[in-house]
């Protein structure tokens, strides 16, 4: 079956240390996302990659990168520069659907990671 | 600005009908997705409207008002199941990829 699949479901890390999440689709999706969700917020758009060997920074980028080196696989690195780490981090992708962009192209989610630094 | 509004916990009784209701403003607007959340899982694609009006599919029915900045979710026939979060998301029209999402409606349904 294909999907996304997001590991480890749970992570702990001692402050000022580096923690990359994995994030891996073999849904043939171009486009992958990385969002952070926090209590009482909705979801908050961190990275994005519309195609290999690019990406964009999203609304809460600092603190956070990325790569894109395969189609299938967008890690995400959490810095020792984000100054609130802990949270629940999905990770997403999407098809393009054709000559409308991503138009009303739905988001696929991973279970999430959820990190915990102290 | 770019503002979602919709509330933050709503309950209803298995059998019944419930609509969670979402408000948007956004730079352009190129349509509104409904996800349905479990708790502590991934949000699942629930509904998409881009033109006015209801769309449904089975127990679930969207509506959007382009004019008002308004959108429901209705849920019929509401089962113990159904109980979870249900995520609003506008999409601007200045970036498709940029979805604003709403907070999140954390549906209770009890027996």
């Known amino acids: 079956d294909g999907g996304i699949t997001q590991s480890p479901k749970y992570l702990f890390r001692k402050e000022g240390q580096n923690v990359t999440l994995s994030c891996e689709q073999n849904?043939?999706?171009?486009?992958m996302y990385w969002y952070r969700q926090d209590p009482g917020q909705g979801l908050r758009l961190i990275y994005y990659s519309q195609i290999v060997n690019d990406f964009q920074k999203g609304d809460i980028a600092e603190g956070y990168s990325v790569s894109r080196e395969k189609k299938e696989s967008f890690p995400l690195t959490v810095t020792s520069a984000q100054k609130n780490p802990t949270a629940f981090y999905l990770c997403?992708?999407?098809?393009?659907?054709?000559?409308?962009?991503?138009?009303?192209?739905?988001?696929?989610f991973g279970n999430g990671t959820r990190l915990t630094v102290t | 600005g770019q503002n979602i509004d919709q509330p933050t916990e709503m309950t209803a009784t298995e059998g019944a009908i419930v609509q969670i209701n979402c408000t948007y403003q956004?730079?352009?607007?190129?349509?509104l997705f409904w996800y349905q959340q479990h708790a502590g899982e991934a949000p699942t694609f629930l509904s998409y409207?881009?033109?006015?009006g209801l769309e449904e599919k089975g127990r679930f029915s969207s509506f959007l008002s382009r004019s008002k900045g308004y959108s429901y979710l209705l849920l019929k026939e509401l089962q113990m199941k159904d109980s979870a979060s249900y995520l609003c998301a506008a999409s601007p029209s200045y970036n498709t990829d940029k979805l604003i999402f709403g907070t999140g409606t954390r549906l209770q349904v009890f027996p």
């Open positions: 409207n881009v033109l006015d």
């Open positions: 849904l043939n999706h171009d486009a």
């Open positions: 956004t730079s352009g607007f190129n349509g």
């Open positions: 997403a992708s999407r098809s393009n659907p054709g000559t409308g962009g991503f138009l009303g192209s739905p988001l696929h």
